[in-house]
Structures are given as structure tokens and as C-alpha cells.
């Protein structure tokens, strides 16, 4: 059965060093791809040099809002040059946070514009990081949607219903990660019974927060992506088979690599 992990942070100190026990753990889930993802240029680089080196491994390259203040004009060119890349598949993360406070918002706003702008032009999808500030996101998001569409994925999601549906409405993408494995997640399961089953995607965002029943396991890894996709299976009332065909459909048809 075929899983794709759409977010893991394989260029990660926890995970590096693990790199080749992760990947085999991956191919022992029956995953047949990885998305790493950047949050600086070095940690791009790092993603799409995996991306070179490991078939099943795919490279999205950008600023994480956290890292947006000490970021320079530098940077941006170097993203903008790696974004060229044919084993980059996405631009991200990018976004909004306003729970740290490591970066002013309108400077998180600046970047995360210049990363929607990147995404029309190289046509790869945006994967977008939304902590406590669904509402930014939201006008930010369709102040630059073209025709009414945004090419892009809510990763992580664990936002409210109607913050998801005007995503949906743009054509994007819901991303899962494990937080909609945790006991007291009832509301976002049912979220996530109501996404299309053609925009669902699931995710680990290794190495950070690992599902039930490895919660608090450290660190998180990209096969672990079977307990969300298990979750969403039963919410849903469909196979675990079903849930793996889909959203690695999905995940291949939003990174492009069905024309490949
Ligand atoms: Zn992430």
C-alpha cells in the first residue's frame, strides 16, 4: 500500500544522522515518497541535495516565518535559484506565526508574499505553515490568489472548518500530520471527514510531534505517516488501503510528478 510523506524535515539534526535507518524504515511502510522541506537556504540546499541523492525523495525550498528577520536579499535569490531545480517540487515553508514571537508579522507578511509570488511563476505549490493566525492567512492568501487559485498545501492543518473550505475553494490542498491522531483531536477528525477525497494529503513534519501511540517519541520519522493515515481511514469509515491510494495520488498529481 503506498504512502507519501508530503512534510518531513529529513535535513533535521535529529534525523540527519539517521538518514539511511529512516529511509528503510520509510520503504519497509511501503512509502514511495518524501517530501523535505526547507526553512532556510542552507536547509533548502541540504533538502534538495537529499532530493539528488535518494529517488524516493523530493525538495520544497524556502524561509520558515521564523527564520524570515535574519534572512537577507541574498537569500531570496539563492531560494529563488534553487527553486529551479527539477527535483524541487514545492516553495516552502513559508507562512504566518504569531505564536513566537521570533519575527514581526509584517516582515513574515513581506516574505510570505515574495514565496506566493515564486510559486505562480515556477507553477510549484506553496506549503504554507499557519500558527494562531488563520485570518492573515486568509486575506493574505486571497489578496494574491490568481483567477480565484492559489497552487498550495495547509500543512499540518489544525484550523478551524471554515478556514479549510476557503482553502478548498481556492483549489488548495489539507495537509495531516499527527496532531488529528491525538485523543483529544475530535474536532479536527471531523475536519478531516470533510475534505475532498481528492485534496487530503497526510504528513509526519518529522521530526517534531510524533503520532499516537509514539507520542512524545523522539524523534518522529516519515513511516510513522501509517498512524495518520490509519486515523483518517477510520474517521472516514474507508480502508487504510483507501487512505494510502488516495493521498499518495494526491500528493503525486499537487507536486507534479505524475507528468514525470
Ligand atoms: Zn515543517
Redesign the pocket.
Known amino acids: 500500500m503506498p504512502l507519501f510523506d508530503t512534510?518531513?524535515?529529513l535535513e533535521d539534526e535529529q534525523l540527519a544522522p539517521l538518514l539511511e535507518d529512516v529511509l528503510s524504515n520509510a520503504r519497509q511502510a511501503e512509502l514511495v515518497g518524501i517530501t523535505a522541506?526547507g526553512?532556510t537556504v542552507q536547509s533548502s540546499r541540504d533538502c534538495l541535495a537529499l532530493a539528488s541523492k535518494h529517488s524516493m525523495v523530493w525538495a520544497a525550498v524556502g524561509i520558515?516565518p521564523n527564520h524570515c528577520k535574519e534572512s537577507t536579499e541574498e537569500d531570496w535569490s539563492a531560494i529563488q535559484h534553487l527553486a529551479s531545480d527539477p527535483e524541487v517540487v514545492a516553495i516552502?515553508?513559508t507562512g504566518l506565526d504569531r505564536h513566537w514571537d521570533y519575527c514581526p508579522i509584517e516582515i513574515q507578511k513581506t516574505w510570505f508574499a515574495r514565496h506566493i509570488e515564486l510559486s505562480f511563476e515556477t507553477q510549484k505549490p506553496l506549503?504554507i505553515?499557519m500558527r494562531d493566525c488563520e485570518s492573515d492567512i486568509l486575506s493574505m492568501l486571497e489578496a494574491h490568489q490568481r483567477n480565484g487559485q492559489i497552487l498550495g498545501i495547509m500543512?499540518?492543518f489544525a484550523g478551524q472548518w471554515e478556514t479549510a473550505r476557503r482553502c478548498l475553494e481556492m483549489g488548495m490542498y489539507i495537509s495531516f500530520a499527527g496532531m488529528v491522531t491525538f485523543k483529544k483531536s475530535d474536532e479536527l477528525r471531523e475536519i478531516s471527514k470533510r475534505i475532498p477525497a481528492d485534496r487530503i494529503l497526510v504528513e509526519t513534519?518529522s521530526p517534531?510531534l510524533s503520532p499516537h501511540p509514539h507520542r512524545g517519541t523522539r524523534p518522529n520519522q516519515p513511516c510513522m505517516v501509517e498512524h495518520t493515515a490509519r486515523c483518517i481511514a477510520e474517521s472516514r469509515g474507508i480502508s487504510f488501503q483507501e487512505v494510502g491510494e488516495t493521498t499518495t495520488a494526491n500528493a503525486q498529481r499537487v507536486f507534479g510528478l505524475l507528468t514525470q
Open positions: 512534510h518531513a524535515h522541506i526553512t520558515h516552502g515553508e506549503v505553515h500543512h499540518s513534519d517534531y
